[in-house]
């Protein structure tokens, strides 16, 4: 979500005022809260902390200019740091980690800021026909991913993900490991991946 709001900024479609535009504010509130659940109160709330953060003040009145996008991308840094450790840190506490034991425990104030990220990026920028035609083509390049590396399993899988895969108990487990890698790679290792996956597919006929 800090990403989409970034991405937003930069294209223009998004404005940083939102926050200290309390009719537009309340308007989000109820939508966001209605699609992502918390209530309107917890997002204004979480408005509210955004707003006192000095580099979202730094970053609201982003001019395209090197000053500009260095304050853009110090706020989306720290906040996504604000987020990954306040998680981190309730989730710490548990007796036992691991990569089947545990829960994630996000923190109500997170939570709820995420949420307002989210739905500004939402509805300013992720409901857009274009924006909506490249996620049907970043589905489509994992689903070719997807179909590759499980058909060349486990010797198509990183290291790490085939010694997962060899001690995946079923076939579900052995599909979660393939989502995982999938979920680590890089934008362009997944185009590399799917470029490849389909020039496979054509040889094969």
Request: a negative charge.
């Amino acid at each position: 979500s800090v990403h989409d709001v970034e991405d937003g900024i930069v294209s223009g479609r998004i404005t940083l005022h939102v926050l200290w535009d309390l009719v537009e504010l309340a308007a989000l509130a109820e939508k966001g809260a209605r699609a992502f659940g918390g209530t309107p109160e917890m997002l204004l709330d979480a408005a509210d902390s955004l707003r006192q953060l000095s580099v979202v003040n730094r970053a609201v009145d982003f001019d395209h200019t090197l000053a500009g996008y260095a304050n853009l991308k110090k706020m989306t840094s720290e906040l996504v740091g604000r987020y990954v450790g306040a998680t981190v840190g309730a989730t710490a506490g548990q007796e036992r980690l691991g990569r089947q034991y545990g829960s994630l425990i996000i923190p109500p104030q997170a939570q709820a800021e995420v949420t307002l990220l989210k739905t500004i990026a939402v509805l300013y920028v992720m409901d857009l026909p274009t924006h909506l035609d490249r996620q049907d083509r970043q589905r489509e390049r994992i689903y070719r991913v997807f179909d590759y590396l499980t058909a060349g399993a486990p010797g198509s899988l990183d290291p790490m993900y085939r010694a997962w895969w060899e001690e995946a108990p079923d076939a579900a487990a052995r599909q979660r490991v393939v989502v995982d890698q999938i979920a680590s790679m890089t934008e362009s290792r997944l185009e590399r991946l799917a470029k490849r996956s389909a020039g496979l597919a054509v040889f094969m006929g």
